[in-house]
């Protein structure tokens, strides 16, 4: 984000002055970012509300990645910091083979329930289950919902 506040007429800074006042920042802030610094979260939003543009504009969306159940396994197995990249790669590869083998295609139409507890390494012993159960849960009420139109 840069900001050009140059008046015509004005003395060299006046406008800039006039531009923080109005922005809700202080000079010194606008005078950096001006000059290239990133300003911090709330500075930004000052200056988005100042400038009349939405946030968003200075953002590229990003795509969601579907990811598989056996890639969510084999992400999280290599993000637990018990296990060394070696090991989680041969773990990796007897899923990889039970999967192949063991795996059904996917009903069309039918979309898979997918959860993924970051946390779960880190919570107490039978607290991501519950999760899982509860979320299970929430997608069973969720289909009837759908099923019954009342969604």
């Known amino acids: 984000m840069s900001c050009h506040c140059s ?9 800039l002055r006039q531009a923080a006042v109005e922005a809700g920042v202080s000079f010194s802030t606008l005078t950096r970012v001006e000059a290239g610094a990133q300003p911090d979260l709330a500075t930004f939003t000052r200056l ?3 400038l009349g543009v939405s946030p968003s504009r200075f953002f590229t969306p ?3 990645r579907q990811m598989s159940p ?3 396994a084999i992400t999280h197995l290599h993000a637990d910091p018990r ?3 070696d090991a989680a790669n041969k773990i990796s590869s007897v899923l990889r083979d039970l999967y192949d083998a063991l795996a059904k295609e996917a009903v069309p139409g039918v979309p898979a329930l997918a959860c993924h507890l970051r946390a779960a390494s ?3 012993p039978g607290v991501p289950q519950r999760l899982a159960d509860l979320l ?3 997608n069973t009420e969720l289909e009837r919902l759908v099923e019954a139109g009342e969604l």
Do not use: K, Y
């Open 48 to 50: 988005c509300a100042w």
């Open 122 to 124: 880190v919570l107490r």
């Open 70 to 72: 056996l890639d969510q």
């Open 136 to 138: 299970t849960d929430m």
């Open 83 to 85: 296990l060394t990249d």
């Open 7 to 15: 008046g015509s007429g004005s003395p060299p800074g006046e406008s």
């Open 62 to 64: 990003t795509a969601t």
